[in-house]
């Protein structure tokens, strides 16, 4: 059974950063491709980023700049270093396969001063 | 970026009875592989998204056979031919085939 569990959401204060981790299990993580998917409050979804099987990264334009999504295939885990953070970017943020297959429960951020 | 309208955003409806929900692209969904990636999910009230159709037709395991998919193009509907209690929630429709991908706006499933 596919397992995604992310960590690392917190209460940061505007400019500050943020990292993220997703720890995976249940498939081949190291030939899946993942994504980092976000609901702000009352909201819908929003895909974040993503990164390939060979590490190829692709984001949003929001984020472009000010985010980093990685993974550790050793470790089986995806990561999003978030920098710079924003008000605008509080919202739960979703691990999953990139085709929409899977979904972790989502980790919270909140960006506020 | 491709614009997913969803139709209609909130629909309750009758335990038994069928629901259906629309989703028009603003361009065309076929990949130049030939395929649609079109996905639907489903969003229960404090809990994380779950696909239940990916490209347009073909249900996810463990998914009831109420739950049909169906379109082409940039026009697709999810069916619902009998509605029962755990299918309340929000409908996204979501395309993969142009990047970034993008949802729908969802659609708010009730029980009148």
């Known amino acids: 059974e596919v397992h995604l569990v992310e960590s690392g959401g917190d209460l940061a204060q505007p400019g500050g950063s943020l990292r993220l981790s997703c720890a995976a299990s249940g498939f081949t993580f190291s030939g899946s491709s993942m994504a980092w998917v976000r609901q702000g409050p009352g909201k819908g979804l929003e895909w974040v980023a993503t990164i390939s099987q060979d590490g190829s990264e692709y984001y949003v334009d929001s984020i472009k700049g000010r985010f980093t999504i990685s993974r550790d295939n050793a470790k089986n885990s995806l990561y999003l270093q978030m920098d710079s953070l924003r008000v605008e970017d509080t919202a739960v943020y979703y691990c999953a396969t990139s085709g929409g297959g899977n979904w972790g429960r989502g980790t919270m951020v909140t960006v506020s001063s | 970026d491709v614009v997913l309208t969803q139709s209609p955003l909130s629909l309750p409806v009758t335990l038994g009875q069928p629901a259906s929900v629309s989703c028009r692209s603003s361009?065309?969904?076929?990949?130049?592989?030939?395929?649609?990636?079109l996905i639907w999910v489903r969003q229960r009230p404090g809990q994380s998204p779950r696909r239940l159709i990916y490209e347009v037709s073909n249900r996810d395991s463990g998914v009831p056979d109420r739950f049909s998919g169906s379109g082409s193009g940039s026009d697709f509907t999810l069916k619902i031919s009998r509605v029962e209690a755990e299918d309340v929630g929000v409908y996204y429709c979501m395309q993969g085939t142009h990047w970034p991908p993008t949802f729908g706006q969802g659609t708010k499933v009730e029980i009148k």
């Open positions: 361009q065309s969904l076929v990949n130049r592989n030939g395929k649609t990636y």
